[in-house]
């Protein structure tokens, strides 16, 4: 009976350690040598709704794909070699003609559509090469319980799409780059850890949080920089009415004017979007972070207030570092 009971322990033991494990490990190579040379195909040769998570892996290389990763598609990591060397690129922007001679838009011009469900991401750069060209859009997600880790993802206007309000997504020891609302969209993130980088006088964030979210986008000990000469940049503007930004114990480059937000003004549509949006910071640091001429519409976090934003509390219960 003893001996039973030891056999049946050790079997449901490695059947718990075994979920966490990947199913399946696939390599991509540039030269060849792994399983697939394109990252798209070895996302489609995956299984639709697959029982666990599946690994893939991406040798140093620059992929020049336009990859998507669809709702059918869950529980997948894409893993880099190194996040400079491995590198995921295209160059579509909004106004450019597609295959079938129409106009692409701001969103379909991505280089990396996620859709599916927990999907994480580590070590890669994301590119869309295309600047001052039009909206050209990076990274666009769309599924929940998203993960990305140690990566860089580059553009200009709009490189990063964090869409969906039903989507929860989690950004750290990220550096992101771009020019104008270049982290902007409806879902619920966290940015943890990352440096932002702006390369013109413009602005950072353009959320467009829907009334009924408490949290938009939420940046945790983050750095804001920018390229030399540019000394004109805004924290945020409300791309929708109810948009949501905080900024918490984040270090502030001369470059962020003291006013902090921008209230968008001159959209017809949605008149007043100082009056509904909310903005708040707690901790600022560094040249740019002097709050005492922000705009007297944003808000300053008290310590009781700040006890809200824990990652537990803004994802729902969802831990993305399990």
Not at 17 to 27: H, L, S, V
Not at 38 to 50: M, P, T, V, W, Y
Not at 57 to 83: A, M, R
Not at 188 to 209: E, G, W
């Amino acid at each position: 009976m003893k001996k039973f009971l030891l056999i049946l322990f050790i079997s449901m033991t490695g059947f718990l350690f075994a979920e966490y494990d990947p199913y399946i490990k696939i390599t991509v190579a540039k030269d060849g040598s792994g399983d697939f040379t394109s990252i798209q195909k070895a996302i489609n040769s995956i299984r639709d709704l697959g029982p666990a998570e599946a690994l893939i892996f991406i040798k140093s290389g620059t992929y020049n794909e336009k990859v998507v990763i669809p709702s059918s598609k869950h529980k997948i990591i894409l893993q880099g070699e190194d996040k400079d060397n491995t590198i995921i690129t295209n160059n579509d922007f909004s106004g450019k003609s597609d295959v079938f001679n129409e106009q692409m838009t701001t969103f379909n011009s991505y280089t990396l559509l996620v859709m599916g469900d927990e999907i994480t991401i580590s070590n890669v750069t994301i590119r869309n090469s295309s600047c001052n060209e039009g909206q050209a859009v990076a990274l666009h997600v769309e599924g929940d319980r998203f993960i990305i880790k140690n990566s860089k993802i580059l553009g200009c206007q709009d490189t990063v799409y964090s869409a969906t309000n039903h989507s929860r997504q989690y950004f750290e020891n990220c550096y992101i780059e771009g020019t104008t609302d270049f982290i902007f969209g409806q879902a619920t993130a966290v940015f943890k850890n990352c440096t932002i980088k702006s390369l013109a006088d413009s602005y950072i964030t353009a959320a467009a949080t829907e009334a009924d979210k408490q949290y938009g986008f939420v940046f945790l000990d983050c750095k804001l920089t920018a390229k030399e000469g540019i000394s004109k940049v805004y924290l945020g503007r409300p791309w929708r009415p109810y948009a949501k930004t905080v900024f918490i114990n984040t270090e502030m480059g001369k470059h962020i004017v003291p006013e902090g937000w921008n209230p968008w003004k001159g959209d017809k549509m949605f008149p007043d979007k100082e009056k509904t949006a909310y903005y708040a910071e707690y901790g600022s640091k560094g040249e740019g972070g002097n709050s005492s001429k922000r705009v007297n519409w944003s808000h300053q976090l008290t310590k009781k207030e700040l006890k809200k934003y824990t990652i537990k509390q803004i994802f729902n219960n969802w831990n993305p570092n399990k």
